[in-house]
């Protein structure tokens, strides 16, 4: 996505939301000069990701679900899992192996990214004004294949592929770095969240009003890029809200 196009998008989630521009911009320069001289340059993403094809996992109720039953048909052997933030640490759990690559603005289990990490996983950090704190004490701790992302204007390694939430931002990069496939799953958008979304939570539970306006813009970003997208993006979430532009399909057809 050029910056052109997003920067409207940017300015609606400013002013949703009450975001201050300048601590975004704070926050991405921090995870740039954390990363420098590491960071996972955009074509080596593109050399990571061109031509695949994954599953992007959320952290929607249908998460467990959806992942059992992939893993029943053996589908994370034909497909690359890429785990929203806290969706790493259920395929650690569930499926008993690590995600390809993971997404995550470090709210989502610290232990469950590190572990990622630490298998390989490429690590794509995003920086915002209200997770500074975690970008200057946790960021820091990933040794591997990191990358960082923001919501504001790129920096030189600090890249901006447009999108909102962890998940929907991941789609949104496997697009533009030339993935061949994109299936979603565990992306609800409905009004509970999963267990897998905060780490302290025990089971799913309702969205609040915050939580709810935010799953509203990831969706309405995925309509958004569906028509525009040059890759296939198919939803195979197991229940949930329909993403215009983005058919359903059964797992047992991919």
């Not at 990214?113 to 690590?123: K, N, Q, T």
């Not at 997770?131 to 030189?156: C, H, M, W, Y």
Request: one cysteine or more; proline letters at 4%.
């Amino acid at each position: 996505m050029e910056f052109k196009d997003w920067w409207p998008w940017y300015v609606r989630i400013v002013e949703e939301f009450g975001f201050d521009m300048d601590r975004d911009r704070l926050s991405a320069k921090t995870l740039s000069g954390i990363l420098d001289g590491r960071a996972l340059s955009l074509d080596e993403l593109r050399r990571s990701f061109k031509g695949g094809s994954f599953i992007v996992f959320g952290c929607g109720p249908s998460l467990q679900r959806n992942l059992d039953e992939a893993s029943r048909l053996r589908l994370l052997s034909r497909y690359l899992p890429v785990a929203a933030d806290g969706a790493a640490s259920a395929l650690l759990d569930l499926a008993c192996r690590g995600p390809y690559a993971v997404v995550s603005d470090l709210d989502g289990g610290f232990r469950g990214l590190l572990e990622a990490d630490m298998r390989g996983a490429i690590m794509v950090l995003h920086a915002h004004g209200d997770n500074l704190d975690k970008i200057e004490g946790l960021a820091p701790s990933f040794r591997g294949r990191v990358a960082g992302t923001t919501q504001a204007e790129p920096l030189s390694n600090v890249y901006n592929f447009g999108g909102f939430t962890d998940g929907d931002r991941a789609v949104f990069m496997l697009e533009e770095m030339d993935a061949r496939r994109i299936v979603l799953m565990g992306m609800d958008f409905g009004f509970k969240v999963g267990r897998y979304s905060k780490p302290w939570l025990k089971e799913e539970m309702p969205a609040d009003e915050r939580k709810l306006r935010k799953l509203s813009f990831a969706k309405r970003l995925l309509e958004w890029l569906a028509p525009r997208a040059s890759c296939e993006i198919l939803n195979a979430t197991g229940s949930g809200e329909p993403i215009k532009g983005i058919p359903k399909v059964e797992l047992g057809n991919l």
